[in-house]
């Protein structure tokens, strides 16, 4: 008898193990991810590899915007991406379509229908011509409460051409439509993305508008009663705001100051940097006294949006997506701290 018990006070801990599922899966499954939201696809076999190393699989790869075009009087694609190197084989992609607020408020109800074919099409065309093939299509949109009517028809639209091909199509939630759901509307997709970002407002000097934790903290109450599974994504790009007679006008993404400096139109003020004369850089119109002020959301801000958001969400599969893919990543970062901002999602 006693040898008994004493075996089964050895066997009680392995039991006891055995009967709780979460003993050996604590962690949640995540897809680490970046958003490409260039115009010119260039990812170098050495940039690809880096990815994969740091244990990246998955590109949201931006395909084109669609605005309204005046001439036309209806929408129209543009900047198309294009592609300096074939996609490769070792990256799953996420061909994303970006529709302008505008264009939801112009175009007339009964066109929604022929604006879903052709954004289909468009993608399904150039992901052919390109050898990409993809299983998730996205819409990225900020629709308002006004919008929300022929927005939510689009994306109905849309999600049931793509189950008809066995694919998914996920949408991106600002946190202003998480926390005002009821009036902004919720689409019927099989996805979220929610972009945990740009919440501050721009004109405000005090704070960065791309994140800060005072503004965040506004809407994180909201997000695990959103009736979507959540995919995240996080700020990792820097910008310059283009602000005149004290309001901002512009913001440019992509160029930093040194190549604002070096254009020689440009000299440092208290502000940020003044322009000494009218100029064209990437684009953008820079007029003479025209105050360009910069903001960056580098590793460690990108870590602290992810520890906030982390607390805040459902326990599901998820893409988690820094925001965004640049060739100098791994130059600037080493690998394991970018892994450390997509662990804590596990």
């Not at 392995?14 to 696809?41: A, R």
């Not at 979220?192 to 740009?198: A, E, K, S």
């Amino acid at each position: 008898m006693r040898s008994f018990f004493r075996n089964a006070c050895y066997l009680l801990p392995v039991i006891c193990c055995l009967s709780i599922p979460s003993c050996d899966n604590k962690q949640n499954k995540i897809h680490s991810s970046f958003y490409y939201w260039k115009t010119n696809y260039h990812v170098s076999t050495a940039l690809a590899s880096q990815l994969n190393e740091a244990g990246i699989r998955k590109i949201y790869l931006r395909f084109f915007d669609v605005i309204w075009d005046d001439e036309t009087q209806g929408p129209a694609p543009v900047a198309l991406v294009g592609f300096a190197n074939s996609p490769s084989d070792s990256f799953e992609y996420v061909p994303v379509a970006f529709v302008t607020n505008e264009v939801l408020e112009l175009i007339p109800v009964e066109k929604i229908n022929s604006l879903s074919e052709n954004i289909l099409l468009q993608i399904k065309r150039h992901a052919g011509n390109n050898g990409m093939s993809y299983t998730e299509l996205q819409l990225d949109c900020d629709w308002t409460e006004g919008t929300k009517g022929k927005y939510l028809a689009l994306v109905e639209q849309v999600k049931t051409a793509l189950h008809a091909e066995n694919k998914t199509l996920s949408v991106t939630i600002r946190l202003h439509q998480v926390k005002y759901a009821s009036r902004t509307g919720v689409p019927d997709c099989d996805r979220g993305m929610l972009m945990f970002y740009n919440m501050g407002e721009i004109g405000d000097k005090e704070k960065n508008s791309i994140f800060n934790e005072e503004d965040a903290s506004k809407y994180t109450a909201f997000i695990k009663d959103y009736p979507l599974p959540l995919d995240v994504a996080l700020p990792f790009f820097s910008w310059t705001i283009q602000e005149r007679n004290g309001k901002p006008v512009d913001l440019i993404s992509g160029t930093g100051e040194e190549e604002m400096l070096a254009t020689g139109f440009v000299y440092t003020s208290p502000a940020g940097l003044k322009a000494k004369k009218g100029f064209f850089i990437n684009g953008h119109y820079i007029r003479e006294n025209d105050v360009l002020r910069f903001e960056n959301a580098d590793l460690y801000l990108c870590k602290s949006a992810g520890e906030l958001l982390s607390k805040n969400l459902n326990p599901v599969e998820r893409s988690v997506v820094l925001f965004d893919l640049d060739k100098g990543i791994f130059h600037e970062n080493r690998k394991e701290d970018i892994q450390e901002v997509f662990d804590l999602f596990r």
